[in-house]
Every structure is written in structure tokens, then in C-alpha cells.
């Protein structure tokens, strides 16, 4: 055992007391910086066996995987069996490791501690009341033997510091004589804890590996005969290789469609570089959901080189001198490739027009300008603008009467919704829906996609309880139950088509003049009763039909003239003609900017309506707004034709999308129109172009239209 320090010495403070002193704190920190090495040893060593232990883990949950797809019970029973095991010693090593962790770790780390954040204290004091005896001393020796008051002073003060140095000397030397001896006990019991574990876990794996010893040789006779079965398997593969060489291994290049892969057509082209040096490169290219990817090595990643096929055209290209090139076009780009032959030229070319066809006819509201208007929520896209701060759709969407459960069959928290149903859903009926077509159920994400104001306003107003009261009405007398969240797919999609494709469910009209679902429809929309509008087209009323004693109107235009913001979007999501006329040649944009409905005028605009048309008095929408002073509906009919010249102007391949000022003008206004309509009051101005404002708007509509004549 080591020497102790001791006391005697220490009150004597003798150099030899000193110099023991100094090689104690030496030994301290030297064991100090041992044990934070040993500690942080262990500690990546625990991480270390940490990670394996996932790895393994991860590594177990493959083999069990591929155990499933093994169709041998005897095979598939013995991996069953080594998985159980195995999974055992993973256990095993999460014991150790965690044994390991507090032998080691714990006991070390309490150790240092105990002890050695209360020896660095006690050490601060003792050095500075041993540097206070040395000043005591100084000064005492220092004293005139001629001033006796002075010498007694001196003598007392050098007494009382030694006498408590000494005292923190003992302290101190007390501390380091247990700390060097408690150290010897706590890092023997770490390391025979440790020792310990790793006993047991060695112990526990032999005990279990002997257990596997009957399984491992049923093993060894299942692989003698699949060693038999996997050389008879080789040898049907070189004759089925040697066949297939002589028949189709002809060198001419091929291309056909990718069954198993979620590429249309995929190949090798030649691509010509938009340097000035106009080389061509051959790479990999394929389409793959409606963008066409390459490759220009198997040691580089994909990368797209048009992001939307929908916005592309393809071409031939014969005014060059290479042959079996082709080009692809769109407003930002345009990219000539080379096929090697004629007929995979061809095949290139049907498979990209084809894939934008396919697009255009899965997508119809693709050329619905969604930047018009910023997002409700966060998804799908974004817009210029500051965001406005809304409630996300999700929590609104479910607050509508029966939104918590999808429509068809109640499957709790719906995620997906119908926009022009008006419910909700779970993600596989979204799915059923989807395959109905765009014309019957338009497919949205609660979490994903972005919503405007008046959709969400219309999935609270009608809701599910509403819409299966409606496609529900007759479900009893036909015998009929409806599918619960756990039924089959297929007895799901039944349910929907005879739902909303056959309406067997929909309580049918009686069948008179008065209750004709047409007229129903017109004058629903009319006082923008969206619950009537809903059942009189689910009882067969026609979206687009014209009625004779209302001068040919339509219920677009009804909705327009009511100035029901609502039934406007509802008829719109449903399939109604935005540009349809009555008798006298006025549309829904002629209705609402008579009626001076702000609202309506700015959803038309976005919707596509052509602002040109004239009436049977050769007035468009613009001329009507300028004779009936409405100088809102000026400004946005003003801006709109302003924004189409300067995109006409630009031509093709000018920039994308609409003009900044376009966007936030018509921003303002929706935001307006859905969430505070009462601030879009009336706006009277003189002919000669002086605004007369209502005092409490004063200065909004005239910076409106100053921005508009500057713009121009």
C-alpha cells in the first residue's frame, strides 16, 4: 500500500511535508486524468456497442423478413427459430452494455465527484492561507524592536494565521489520504462489475447456442439438398441464356414500356449542349410522373430536365444535319435530342406526347392560375405576398357537421376531401374517388395541397352529415348497408359508384313542372342556398342547363346576380361553363358587374371568363362597370385585360405567370370578398374620372387605380 501523508509532518510544515505534498496532488491528477480517459473510453465503447446493437437489431428484422418468403416449413421454421435466438443475444448485449455503462461509468464518475471537486476547494484555501502565513510572517519579522504595540500586533496576527493554516492543512491532508484510499476500493469493484457482466453474457450465449444445436442440424441436412436442388437450377439458366442469346441478342436497340418500373419509356438519347460549342453527349434518359429525367453516368444521380411535361412541346427536327433528332420546347427552354434510329425516334416521340395528353387528362385545373391567391395553409405552393395568417384547413375542415369521419365508410381522422362534394375522407376511398374521374369528385389533401377561402367555406357548410342525407336519402329502402372502415376495397368501391355515379341512394323528385331539379338548381343558386343546389344536381338536375322563362340563364348566372360568393365556387367546382350566355348575350361576368358584386367579378376573372364578350348592346363587362360607377369592378376588369397584353406582348418565352401587381391587387380583393365583403362598399366616380369615396374608406380604391394608370 501506498504511504499515506502524515498529520505530524503536516502541522510541521517541514520541505520534506512539502515535497511528499506536492507528489500526492501530482498522483491526484495524474489518477484524475486516467479515470476521465477510462470513462470516456467506456463511453464510446457502450456507443459503439450501442450502434452495433441496432445494426444487429436491424440486420434480425431482414432475416425475418426474408423468412416469410420462404414457402418451406421446415427452412422457414429453423430461421424462425435461429431469429428467436439471435434476437436473444441482441438482449443479452443491451444487458451488458448497460452493466458496463454503470460499472464502469457510474462508479468512476461518483468517485471523482465525492472527492475531487472538494479537493480543488480545499486546495484554493490552503495555498491562500499558506501565501497569507508567508505575508504574516514577512511582517512580523519586519516589526521595530523599538515599537512594542506594533511587535505584539504583528505576533498575534502571524499566531492566529498559522494556527489556521494549520488547520486547512489537516483538512487538506485528510482529504487527499481518503480520496487515495477510497480510490483503490472503487476502482477494483468497477472493473470486478465489469469482469462480472462480461462472465454473464458469455455464460448466457453458451447456454442458448446449445439450446440451437438440434435446429442447426436439421439445417445441415435442409442445405446438402439445396445444394442438390441450386445446381439443377443452374444449369436450366445457362440453356434458358444460351436460347434467349441465339433468339433476341440481335444488336438492334430496343424500347419498350416499364412494367415493373415507374418510368414510361426509358433509354439512351443524344443530347446537344446549349453551349456555344453545341456538343452532344449520349445519356440515360426516362419519364417518370410527367417529367422527363437522364443520366449522364451510372456514377451520377438522376436529374430533371423538364419539371413538366404539360408545359412542353415536341417536335422533329429536320432542318438539321444529324438524323432522327427530335426537340422539346418550353417557355423557359428548349433541348434537341437524337435517337439511334428512326423507329426509336417515333417511339420517343409517342411516348412524351402521350404522356402529356395523360397529364392534361388527369390535371384539368392545370391552367388555374393557383399563384392568384396565397394558401390557407401551409403545402402546395407558395404566392408573393406576405402570408396571410390563417387557421390551418385540417382543423377547419373537421369542425364542419360529420367531417371527423370519412363520408363513405367512417373511418376516423379523414385526411383527404371532395372539393365539389363538399366531404371528407379517408385515403382509400380519396383513392376510389380519384378513379371515378375529375367530372364527378374532384380529390384534394386536408395536409398537402392549398386551399382557397371558399372551398374550405364550402366543406363546412355542407359537410358529410349533409351530402349522405342527400346520397343516403334511400339507402334503408333499398336494403343496403353502408361499408365500415375495416370492409373490403372492392365492397368500398361499390359502394361509391352506386353512391355517386348510379345515385341509387338519391330520393328521387316527384316529377312535376314545379319540382323540376333544373329550376330547383336556378333558383338555389339564385338565393345561394347551397344545401338545395347540392340535392337538385345529385336528383339530375344539368349544371349548364339554360331555363327558357329566365331569358336563358344558367345557374352560374343566377349565383352571379344573387351575389352568392358560394354558390358561384360551387357551381364552378361541379363543371358550370364560366362563359356560357343567356338570350340577351350576357354571361356570369356581365351579371355580377351589373349587379356590382365585386366578389364574383374577381372569381370569374381567375376562372377564366372572357372579359371581351359583348352583350346584345355590344357592352362588355368593362363598359358596364364604367356606366354603372363601380370603380372596384373597373380597377380588377382594368387590371385583368392590362395583364393579358402585357403577357401577349411578351410572347412565348417571356416570363412566366402573371404580372407582381396583377397578383396583389386581385390577392387583396379575394381576401376581402371571402373573409370581410363588407369593406368591398360600393365606389361611385365622376366621368371625369374624380372618385367620390365613402369617408370611412377613404384613399383605398384611388391608390388602386393610381397603381393601375402607372402601371400603364
Not at 206 to 211: H, M, S
Request: aromatic share 6%.
Amino acid at each position: 500500500m501506498d504511504p499515506l501523508l502524515d498529520f505530524e509532518e503536516c502541522v510541521k510544515d517541514s520541505p520534506d511535508f512539502r515535497l511528499k505534498l506536492e507528489l500526492f496532488e501530482t498522483d491526484v491528477s495524474a489518477l484524475e486524468s486516467q479515470l476521465d480517459k477510462v470513462m470516456k473510453l467506456c463511453g464510446k465503447m457502450v456507443e459503439a456497442g450501442q450502434a452495433y446493437s441496432a445494426a444487429n437489431q436491424l440486420f434480425l428484422t431482414g432475416l425475418a423478413e426474408l423468412s416469410m418468403y420462404n414457402k418451406d416449413s421446415v427452412i422457414s421454421n429453423c430461421l424462425n427459430q435461429f431469429n428467436q435466438g439471435l434476437q436473444e443475444m441482441v438482449s443479452f448485449h443491451t444487458m451488458l452494455f448497460d452493466q458496463t455503462q454503470r460499472a464502469i461509468s457510474q462508479q468512476l464518475t461518483n468517485l471523482c465527484t465525492q472527492f475531487l471537486p472538494q479537493l480543488l476547494e480545499t486546495r484554493k484555501e490552503f495555498v491562500r492561507i499558506g501565501e497569507d502565513l508567508e505575508t504574516a510572517a514577512v511582517k512580523s519579522a519586519q516589526v521595530s524592536r523599538h515599537k512594542p504595540a506594533d511587535a505584539e500586533r504583528a505576533s498575534h496576527l502571524l499566531l492566529a494565521t498559522r494556527k489556521c493554516y494549520q488547520h486547512f492543512a489537516l483538512d487538506y491532508c485528510l482529504q487527499l489520504n481518503t480520496f487515495k484510499t477510497q480510490q483503490r476500493v472503487d476502482i477494483l469493484n468497477s472493473v470486478f462489475s465489469f469482469v462480472h457482466a462480461q462472465f454473464t453474457f458469455f455464460h448466457q450465449g453458451f447456454d442458448l447456442l446449445r439450446d440451437l444445436e438440434p435446429t442447426m442440424k436439421t439445417m445441415a441436412a435442409q442445405l446438402s439438398q439445396l445444394s442438390t436442388d441450386c445446381a439443377a437450377k443452374r444449369k436450366d439458366l445457362e440453356n434458358t441464356h444460351l436460347l434467349v442469346q441465339q433468339r433476341d441478342a440481335s444488336g438492334e436497340p430496343m424500347v419498350s414500356p416499364c412494367p415493373n418500373s415507374a418510368d414510361i419509356i426509358q433509354g439512351y438519347l443524344f443530347k446537344r449542349s446549349r453551349r456555344k460549342s453545341k456538343t452532344w453527349k449520349r445519356c440515360w434518359f426516362s419519364i417518370r410522373d410527367n417529367q422527363l429525367i437522364y443520366r449522364k453516368s451510372h456514377k451520377e444521380d438522376n436529374m430533371v430536365l423538364f419539371e413538366d411535361l404539360r408545359l412542353c412541346a415536341v417536335k422533329s427536327l429536320e432542318n438539321i444535319d444529324r438524323r432522327f433528332c427530335f426537340e422539346l420546347l418550353s417557355v423557359q427552354k428548349c433541348c434537341a435530342l437524337q435517337a439511334d434510329s428512326e423507329q426509336l425516334k417515333q417511339a420517343w416521340l409517342s411516348a412524351l406526347q402521350g404522356s402529356i395528353d395523360l397529364a392534361y387528362r388527369t390535371e384539368p385545373q392545370l391552367t388555374q392560375p393557383k399563384e392568384l391567391l396565397p394558401p390557407l395553409c401551409g403545402g402546395g405552393g407558395s404566392s408573393p405576398g406576405p402570408p396571410a395568417q390563417r387557421r390551418p384547413v385540417l382543423g377547419v375542415a373537421l369542425r364542419g357537421p360529420g367531417n371527423l369521419r370519412c363520408c363513405d365508410c367512417g373511418e376516423e381522422e379523414p385526411r383527404w376531401a371532395s372539393i365539389n362534394l363538399g366531404v371528407t375522407m379517408c385515403i382509400e376511398c380519396s383513392g376510389i374517388h380519384r378513379s371515378l374521374g375529375v367530372h364527378l369528385s374532384k380529390v384534394r389533401s386536408l395536409t398537402l395541397d392549398s386551399w382557397e377561402a371558399e372551398q374550405l367555406k364550402l366543406l363546412c357548410v355542407l359537410g358529410n352529415n349533409v351530402m349522405n342525407h342527400i346520397y343516403e336519402a334511400r339507402c334503408s329502402e333499398e336494403g343496403r348497408v353502408k361499408p365500415r372502415a375495416d370492409s373490403l376495397r372492392a365492397e368500398k368501391e361499390t359502394w361509391i359508384r352506386h353512391k355517386y355515379v348510379e345515385k341509387r341512394f338519391v330520393q328521387r323528385s316527384s316529377g312535376g313542372e314545379k319540382d323540376d331539379p333544373g329550376l330547383r338548381l336556378y333558383h338555389a343558386a339564385l338565393a345561394g342556398d347551397l344545401v338545395t343546389m347540392a340535392a337538385a344536381l345529385a336528383q339530375g338536375a344539368e349544371v349548364n342547363g339554360s331555363i327558357g322563362e329566365e331569358e336563358g340563364r344558367t345557374a352560374l348566372i343566377g349565383a352571379a346576380v344573387g351575389g352568392s360568393l358560394l354558390a358561384c365556387e360551387f357551381l364552378l367546382l361541379n363543371g358550370a361553363n364560366v362563359n356560357h350566355r343567356d338570350l340577351r348575350g350576357r354571361g356570369a361576368l356581365h351579371a355580377a358587374a351589373t349587379a356590382g358584386h365585386t366578389g364574383q367579378v374577381c372569381l370569374l376573372l381567375k376562372r377564366g371568363a372572357n372579359q371581351y364578350a359583348a352583350d346584345e348592346r355590344g357592352q362588355d363587362p368593362l363598359a358596364i362597370a364604367v356606366e354603372t360607377a363601380n370603380a372596384d369592378i373597373v380597377t380588377l376588369l382594368r387590371m385583368a385585360r392590362m395583364n393579358e397584353e402585357m403577357r401577349d406582348s411578351e410572347g412565348v418565352f417571356g416570363a412566366a405567370g402573371d404580372d407582381e401587381t396583377f397578383q396583389d391587387i386581385f390577392r387583396d380583393f379575394s381576401d376581402m370578398a371571402s373573409h370581410d365583403p363588407e369593406r368591398l362598399s360600393r365606389r361611385q366616380f365622376s366621368r371625369g374620372g374624380e372618385e367620390e369615396e365613402e369617408e370611412e374608406e377613404g384613399g383605398r380604391a384611388g391608390g388602386v387605380l393610381n397603381s393601375v394608370e402607372k402601371a400603364s
